[in-house]
């Protein structure tokens, strides 16, 4: 199976930071990643697909990048409503894996 | 605008079967461009995949390991649903399971529509 290692597992901002959060992959996933939002009590949702690209209705604020192994997703301007739980996800092959999640709080 | 609606029992004793229905509006479980699977997450395990099915010329099923000898999932073309059984559950399989579409993307797929989750509690 295919590890995901997100980091940092939470992190604690102010309104307008720039926040990264990575995940790694156990072996090469070439840009088979999704990354997904989810708030307290709600199913998760789909923010980036394929590494990189923006999901239909996403503010611009976030972004993804890298393939192979790492991978980056980025709040380029953080906003009380971005307070959530993040979470990778591969899909390069069976059992499809997620990370284990960043929470993102504010200062 | 798709959106998949899960219904089952929230409470299921130990060495019994959990239930579970996912119904879709807005997309057909027959689509030859989806993915229709079952996701749980709990503290212990975080998010993790069960299994998924679909149909490409036929009808095709996939399981996690970790499951395989006590999961079914099976689509209902008469009524556009799919569901998840799940055979002699212990308190581990205590979680809130959702179904999720995995929708074609560029290179691949992505959980693009979620159902809204059902927090299953295994106990007598």
């Known amino acids: 199976d295919i590890q995901m290692t997100q980091s940092p597992s939470s992190l604690s901002a102010l309104v307008g930071d720039r926040v990264t959060i990575t995940c790694q992959a156990s072996q090469d996933i070439s840009n088979y990643l999704n990354w997904y939002q989810q708030k307290p009590g709600k199913a998760p949702k789909l923010l980036i697909y394929?590494?990189?690209n923006l999901e239909t209705g996403v503010p611009s604020r976030f972004s993804g990048s890298g393939s192979g192994t790492d991978f980056t997703f980025t709040i380029s301007s953080l906003q009380p409503e971005d307070i959530a739980t993040y979470y990778c996800q591969h899909f390069a092959n069976l059992p499809l894996t997620f990370g284990g999640g960043t929470k993102v709080e504010i200062k | 605008q798709v959106q998949l609606q899960q219904s089952g029992p929230g409470l299921v004793k130990p060495s019994q079967t959990l239930s579970l229905t996912c119904a879709i509006s807005?997309?057909?479980?027959?689509?030859?461009?989806?993915?229709w699977n079952w996701i749980r997450q709990s503290p212990s395990r975080g998010l993790e995949w069960l299994g998924r099915t679909y149909y490409r010329s036929k009808w095709y099923n996939d399981y996690a390991v970790s499951v395989k000898s006590r999961i079914t999932i099976n689509p209902d073309t008469s009524k556009n649903q799919f569901s998840l059984q799940l055979n002699s559950v212990t308190p581990e399989d205590t979680a809130v399971y959702y179904c999720?579409?995995?929708?074609?993307?560029?290179?691949?797929?992505?959980?693009?529509?979620w159902g809204q989750g059902t927090m299953v509690t295994v106990s007598s």
């Open positions: 999720a579409r995995d929708g074609e993307t560029r290179t691949g797929y992505a959980f693009d529509i």
């Open positions: 807005g997309d057909s479980v027959s689509s030859n461009s989806a993915l």
């Open positions: 394929d590494a990189s």
